[in-house]
């Protein structure tokens, strides 16, 4: 693709707009940077054209147009997400990772596994650096965590190795309902040739039928006892195909981390297979990863009770893995801003909860899915819901923050929510 001289909008200036600006600036375009927000625009460095207001400008003004992730947009031949513009001048290969819930922690212990058997690798996407600012890595491999506001309107990219996970009601008020969410996630695979391997969670209805239609090899694997797969539970021990002897690897000798869910590590496994990785670096991995902020995430022990960060729980699918992995009695922290989305399911797995401590533009409705089958309790915010825990949870109990809604509500991010929980904790008088 010529950029050189080329006129070129990008939608919206943060993280992602602005590496995909960059990008389009170091090969010779003259850059329109637009966001609604005049604050985004501001500390720019380079030689941009800006534009704000309520309405964009036309992207038929221009050679060529980028979306950034969070702007939504229609189809329109001269406009690509911020993820093809990368892709067209992308070195290394890319890993790929999509699905409703474990996208992060596949991917960071996809990229562990290859850095453990002796891979450079860089990790971006949805987490952390933009594609974009990734175009010049030397690296061996590209471990790439992609959401379906990334992948909806996607053309370009391919991976060499793809992941799905699972799906799950989220991100409606975008997407409508949960066969176009589940149609954005599916371009990950629909992109692949048959030279590419695609890892594909065989418990999952969507991935399972995703996979069928797929052109590349496929790799199932699975929590049930199932030797077709390429890695799968037995009984106690997780078992993954190499190229070599099978890897065959106790339950109690992985982290923690690992075991919550184990869907991640099996879905990790095989794709760090496929992607080179040895047998001792993924055995390595299992055994020692600690996990991702803000996801079943220990803060502090107060006098005996354990508090616990589950902030990246932005969905009730999400909140509720988090609730069926508690072994103990549990007074939950729920609440945010609801995304059109069903809490109906969380009444299945509330067997365990004391009280659900509900805050937030979200709280009326938990409270109505909710109130027949567990107490609830209604406060403004977190920090009076934390409080409320504190002073009756009894040591062995637990304290869990698994919000089940965005943070968009009270927090800039779910990252500020789990630290705004940690402080609030970090303060109790106990």
Not at 159 to 185: F, M
Not at 196 to 206: E, K, Q, R, S, V
Not at 236 to 259: H, Q
């Amino acid at each position: 693709m010529k950029l050189q001289d080329r006129h070129a909008l990008v939608l919206g200036a943060g993280r992602s707009g602005r590496a995909a600006a960059d990008l389009l600036r170091r090969r010779g375009a003259r850059v329109c940077l637009y966001d609604r927000d005049s604050s985004a625009l501001a500390g720019l460095s380079g030689d941009y054209e800006v534009a704000t207001g309520d309405e964009a400008p036309s992207v038929d003004a221009f050679d060529c147009a980028v979306a950034s992730p969070g702007v939504p947009v229609l189809p329109h031949p001269k406009l690509m997400p911020e993820v093809d513009l990368a892709a067209i001048f992308l070195q290394a290969p890319v890993i790929g990772i999509t699905g409703t819930n474990g996208k992060s922690t596949t991917t960071l212990l996809i990229a562990e596994m290859l850095r453990a058997s002796g891979q450079s690798v860089a990790v971006g996407g949805n987490i952390g650096t933009p594609l974009c600012s990734l175009v010049d890595a030397e690296v061996d491999s590209l471990v790439v965590e992609l959401s379906s506001f990334q992948l909806e309107l996607s053309r370009r990219l391919r991976a060499r190795v793809a992941v799905l996970l699972n799906l799950a009601e989220d991100h409606l008020d975008r997407h409508s309902d949960l066969e176009r969410y589940g149609a954005a996630k599916a371009r990950l695979a629909e992109l692949q040739g048959s030279d590419d391997h695609l890892i594909y969670n065989a418990d999952d209805a969507w991935a399972s039928a995703t996979a069928e239609r797929s052109r590349a090899q496929v790799h199932p694997f699975s929590t049930s006892a199932d030797d077709t797969h390429n890695a799968y539970c037995d009984a106690d021990e997780l078992v993954i195909k190499t190229a070599g002897t099978p890897l065959r690897m106790p339950l109690d000798a992985t982290s923690a981390s690992c075991r919550h869910p184990i869907a991640n590590a099996l879905a990790a496994s095989a794709a760090a297979v496929a992607a080179g990785a040895s047998a001792d670096g993924i055995a390595a991995t299992l055994r020692d990863f600690r996990g991702l902020e803000h996801r079943h995430r220990l803060i502090a022990t107060r006098a005996g009770v354990d508090y616990i960060d589950d902030s990246k729980a932005t969905n009730p699918a999400a909140a509720a893995a988090c609730l069926r992995s508690q072994t103990r009695p549990i007074w939950w922290l729920a609440g945010g801003r609801n995304k059109q989305l069903d809490f109906s399911p969380l009444a299945q797995v509330v067997s365990g909860v004391r009280e659900a401590l509900l805050y937030g533009e979200a709280s009326q409705a938990l409270a109505r899915a909710l109130g027949d089958f567990v107490p609830v309790r209604v406060f403004p915010d977190l920090d009076q819901a934390v409080a409320y825990a504190s002073d009756r949870a009894r040591p062995g109990e637990v304290v869990l923050l698994s919000p089940a809604c965005a943070s968009f509500d009270q927090f800039a991010s779910f990252e500020a929510r789990g630290q705004h929980f940690a402080r609030v904790v970090g303060d109790l008088s106990c």
